[in-house]
């Protein structure tokens, strides 16, 4: 394959995935820094396109979190056997969309030959080379990574490609609904649409050549996103646009979709980076267990989680991840979840598809299923009064739940406190103390939060 770069995409403040995207209530973490599967995004990424061959990368970033929590991830790359290099403060006030940034990003670095655009917010399973191959099969500008999606799962969620009798790409729907997916004949015979993955291939010197033309110039001063306005760009004025669909793609946009595509990876449907997750595959349970946690003995009955393991006495699997010095009690039953570092695990507690980050503690008699915990929550369950999460919970950065609360579908933003009184209606969002006051029927001091 020929050599090529890669650009990554590193911008937004990542609103609906919030509490994920937060560090705390009022700081940003960079969707390319959260963790899925015990690496942050922006490196599974990096990992799986160096394995293709990618040894030059650009970050094309907008805004100081995002820029400088890649860069503390990736510092230049030599410890990932790549070579990193990061777009300029400066450009951020003229930054207009992920577009413009391409563009811009091209031009700065005299970018030729091909180059890969990717966004940092998701995770991907796909083979380089043919992509290559077919965008010059088919003498392309730019070649978009698609993903054939059943219609009523793509529509209102995703951008959907139209393509012409000669199968060159024609057109764009963004997030369409039903309806008009059908109007526009864009369903396949088995009811599926094309759907733009946020990947792209590009030839850098024809790309620089029609970012000159006035009229796309004058575009990206005012917004220049690649889907909502470069690629319709492209399309109307009949630059030659290819489509290549690509074997995975996973969205990781809102708490819903990042449980879901981390359930995706631990049942090994990413084989890219299923080889890369640590720790491998124990030959205990068939589950991913590091070793310091076999081993390590549980406060209640002194025994290692092996032993507890071997008698039946903890349960793991199918599809586990356990990281590092997890302290597991008895009792406790995990199922197609990602434990993180550190965590404690209290006797009794079922944690099923459950995220649960680094140094979390999750008491005894706990029933978690489908929630996202964040770094060191503090889950006070008790035997006698046991918390219960369910239906995609989101739980931000040191979180505290009382004894006996039950949450179903609620986020809530990093170092709150959710006390045992609490009656949290279904789907709420908690962003504050104003919000968590509001539901105990309480007025915060002076009518702040504080």
């Not at 705390?24 to 963790?35: F, G, I, T, V, W």
């Not at 160096?50 to 503390?72: I, L, M, P, S, W």
């Not at 009811?191 to 993955?197: H, Q």
């Not at 267990?289 to 199918?318: M, N, Q, W």
Request: contains cysteine; proline residues 5%.
């Amino acid at each position: 394959m020929e050599t090529l770069s890669a650009i990554a995409l590193v911008g937004g403040r990542g609103v609906r995935a919030r509490p994920l995207t937060l560090n705390s209530p009022d700081y940003l973490r960079s969707k390319a820094a959260m963790s899925l599967a015990g690496r942050s995004l922006i490196e599974w990424a990096v990992g799986i396109l160096r394995a293709q061959g990618v040894d030059h990368f650009y970050v094309a970033a907008n805004g100081g979190e995002n820029r400088a929590q890649t860069k503390a991830i990736l510092e230049h790359g030599e410890q990932l056997g790549v070579s990193v290099r990061y777009s300029r403060t400066r450009f951020d006030s003229g930054n207009t969309g992920s577009g413009e940034a391409t563009l811009r990003c091209l031009e700065y670095w005299d970018l030729a030959g091909l180059a890969l655009v990717f966004p940092s917010d998701s995770v991907f399973d796909f083979d380089l080379a043919a992509m290559a191959r077919a965008h010059r099969a088919h003498d392309a500008v730019i070649t978009l990574a698609t993903v054939l999606r059943p219609a009523a799962e793509a529509a209102g969620k995703y951008g959907v490609v139209l393509r012409g009798p000669d199968d060159r790409v024609t057109g764009f729907l963004e997030k369409p609904d039903l309806a008009t997916l059908r109007a526009a004949a864009a369903l396949d015979g088995a009811g599926r649409v094309e759907t733009n993955a946020g990947m792209y291939l590009v030839d850098c010197d024809r790309l620089r050549v029609i970012a000159r033309e006035p009229a796309l110039a004058a575009l990206a001063r005012r917004s220049l996103d690649w889907g909502g306005d470069l690629l319709p760009y492209l399309a109307a004025r009949g630059h030659r646009i290819a489509s290549h669909p690509i074997a995975k793609f996973g969205d990781l946009g809102s708490p819903r979709d990042y449980l879901t595509t981390l359930r995706e990876v631990l049942r090994d449907e990413y084989p890219m980076l299923s080889d890369r997750i640590d720790p491998p595959v124990s030959t205990l349970a068939g589950a991913r267990i590091h070793e310091s946690s076999l081993y390590l003995k549980d406060e209640t009955t002194g025994r290692t989680l092996a032993e507890k393991v071997a008698d039946g006495t903890v349960r793991i699997g199918p599809n586990v991840r356990i990281g590092r010095d997890v302290e597991i009690g008895p009792g406790v039953v995990l199922a197609e979840s990602d434990i993180g570092d550190g965590v404690d695990l209290g006797e009794g507690s079922s944690l099923y598809g459950v995220a649960c980050g680094d140094h979390s503690i999750v008491g005894p008699g706990a029933r978690i299923s489908d929630a996202f915990l964040g770094a060191m929550v503090d889950i006070r369950s008790t035997l006698g009064r046991p918390v219960v999460l369910e239906e995609f919970c989101a739980l931000g950065d040191e979180v505290r739940v009382g004894a006996g609360t039950y949450l179903r579908g609620v986020s809530v933003f990093p170092r709150l406190d959710i006390g045992s009184e609490a009656r949290i209606p279904a789907g709420a969002s908690l962003s504050g103390l104003k919000d968590l006051l509001h539901w105990l029927g309480e007025t915060p001091p002076n009518g702040r939060a504080a």
